[in-house]
């Protein structure tokens, strides 16, 4: 299958990755191009610009959570659904041969570039820096012989000299500059202790950035040159079908309706991966969205639900404040229906989050801690859940800043290198910081939907006003 596609990369981070790849997707839509953006790594947040600037879901593209053979069928379907891109941007992660920590190159936006065979062009940060970019330059374009580099774009630039000294650096080593961006303080999009803030909290302010961004970019680009460069990008093959080797068809074992998943979102719950709510569709599910924040009750007959990560402990209040939807979301614990919380839905499940009242399914408080937490993690199932029989080996993520007490419930949920059990099981909940992308786990979405739909089978009648209204 044919996807023009190229990589956006940088020698590290802050070098303004984010900035040209949401900016190309932005400009290159306004053309009137189908585009399609993805992101190397487990991050949540770069995907929701890119998804502004494409008006499509952004993806995300990582090796260490869903195995490398599942990369190629993840981008090809990512790239043509609901339509066939034109244009494909891969945004990068860290620096270009930053990899899992241990393990090489893997998992790094190289790795990627090379399991997609796409070009790379390279962010160069001009802020401080003149001839030596350069030297710098040939040497992400000589290090990896899988890596090819396409060009760079040189940004935050200070001058029409500064361009000059840097255009002419880059001839002396061969590399074509595809695009200059000037240094655009206006632009700068805010942060918080867990990085930029998520598009879906701006709102209007987001879509005015993302405008800017498609802007500024559009004019710095050479934009015929990157099309042109994209489609140098040799045709893919995916013979794994939809997902991988996770196609799913109709939930089986349970006569009847398809169960409603209802899926945490809203401001307090950006981060999920697009692929859950497609396996879930896949698997036999009618998949709904709600948000704690504003909505008094539980979609009508939800017989499951998925809570992601996100950022309660800034909306710790409102969601205390929603008594009538912990209510719910408490009762539908207490029935058994299956329940999967990570990081942010574990805060919000359990007993107080900064002495607020959260639901109360949990035996356990929440408070912010003094550190982050990141990095990724190869864990083993401790308990058998909703998600896996215990002994399952998984890969995952950490990325928070709050500390839950206590950390494990008698059944936990997981254990990894290091560390003492982690996370809670109990029935069909299963909550956890640990975030998991559910195309690396094969059958995690079929056992969510059967277990849903034998709640849904026994204790559920889809013409009540919420499903638990009469309970």
């Known amino acids: 299958m044919k996807i023009p596609r190229i990589v956006i990369a940088a020698a590290g981070s802050g070098q303004g990755k984010t900035s040209i790849a949401t900016g190309l997707l932005a400009a290159l839509h306004g053309r009137g191009l189908t585009v399609s953006g993805h992101k190397v790594g487990p991050d949540y947040i770069d995907p929701g610009y890119h998804g502004l600037a494409a008006g499509r879901p952004g993806r995300n593209l990582d090796p260490w959570l869903v195995g490398e053979e599942r990369i190629r069928p993840l981008f090809l379907h990512g790239a043509t659904t609901p339509t066939p891109a034109d244009f494909a941007v891969i945004e990068g992660v860290m620096g270009l041969f930053d990899g899992a920590v241990g393990h090489g190159s893997f998992a790094s936006t190289a790795h990627v570039a090379s399991l997609l065979q796409a070009p790379v062009v390279l962010v160069v940060d001009g802020a401080a820096v003149s001839r030596s ?74 879509v005015e950035t993302v405008a800017a961004l498609g802007e500024v970019v559009g004019n710095g680009l050479n934009l015929d040159a990157l099309v042109q460069l994209a489609s140098t990008a040799p045709d893919l093959t995916d013979d794994r079908g939809l997902i991988g ?62 809570i992601g990560g996100g950022f309660p402990e800034v909306y710790s209040r409102s969601l205390s404040e929603n008594v009538e939807l ?30 607020n009242p959260m639901v109360g399914a949990i035996d356990a408080d929440a408070v912010m801690g003094p550190r982050l937490t990141l990095g990724y993690r190869e864990a083993v199932a401790l308990t058998d859940s909703v998600l896996a029989v215990a002994g399952t080996r998984v890969r995952g993520h950490e990325f928070h800043r709050t500390v839950c007490r206590p950390r494990s419930g008698p059944q936990p949920a997981w254990q990894w290198q290091g560390q003492p059990p982690e996370g809670f099981v109990a029935g069909n909940l299963h909550a956890s910081y640990l975030h998991l992308h559910w195309a690396g786990l094969p059958g995690a979405a079929r056992r969510f939907v059967d277990a849903s739909m034998a709640v849904q089978a026994t204790v559920h009648d889809s013409t009540a006003p919420s499903p638990l209204v009469d309970m």
């Open 245 to 306: 080797d996770e196609r799913e068809q109709s939930a089986s074992g349970f006569p009847g309706r398809r169960p409603v998943i209802a899926v945490a979102g809203g401001a307090a719950f950006t981060f999920g991966y697009a692929e859950t709510v497609e396996l879930l569709t896949h698997a036999g599910a009618d998949v709904t969205r709600f948000d704690p924040v504003h909505d008094a009750r539980l979609p009508a007959g939800t017989a499951g639900l998925v």
């Open 326 to 355: 912990r209510t719910d979301v408490r009762r539908l614990a207490q029935i058994g229906a299956p329940i999967a919380a990570e990081c942010a839905g574990l805060l919000y499940l359990s007993r107080s989050l900064d002495d």
């Open 133 to 206: 970019a350069a030297a710098l330059v040939h040497g992400f374009a000589t290090f990896d012989p899988s890596v090819r580099l396409g060009g760079v774009i040189l940004n935050r630039v200070g001058s029409d000299r500064h361009e000059e000294i840097l255009i002419d650096a880059m001839a002396e080593v061969g590399v074509p500059v595809l695009g200059v961006v000037r240094r655009q303080e206006r632009l700068v999009t805010p942060s918080r202790h867990l990085g930029l803030i998520p598009a879906a909290e701006r709102a209007t302010e987001a």
